[in-house]
């Protein structure tokens, strides 16, 4: 377990960018992703009947689609034990395999770091 404390500066802002965001919209999930310019994005889970993303898959989308060409580094709020392959997937394909994933609970404290790759 890592204390979101220890983390630097810039981590610690997307832990809890993706955790409020989490409380705010009432969703299982929440994220946030830095991008090459520091810009970040957040985002919740989308379950639409038509359309079921993970909420770091729908961070990503909305760095692409804002022009993001890389990620720094990605949070993701959650009940879940590990970031699943299909969120590591998302942020390898903008970020490349070296790119940290923080998994924080709903407490904000950071349980895993993992790379994307």
Request: glycine share 8%.
């Given at each position: 377990m890592t204390e979101s404390t220890d983390l630097g500066p810039e981590d610690r802002k997307i832990v809890t960018l993706a955790r409020s965001t989490r409380a705010r919209n009432g969703?299982?999930?929440g994220a946030a992703v830095r991008d090459?310019?520091?810009r970040t994005y957040v985002a919740g889970t989308v379950q639409l009947e038509s359309l079921r993303l993970?909420?770091?898959q729908t961070a990503v989308a909305m760095a692409v689609a804002s022009g993001a060409t890389s990620l720094e580094a990605a949070a993701i709020v959650s009940e879940a034990e590990a970031p699943s392959?299909?969120?590591r997937a998302a942020v390898r394909d903008l970020g490349g395999p070296a790119t940290p994933v923080l998994l924080a609970g709903p407490d904000g404290v950071v349980r895993l770091s993992v790379t994307a790759g």
């Open positions: 969703v299982p999930e090459e310019t520091g993970s909420a770091l392959d299909a969120d």
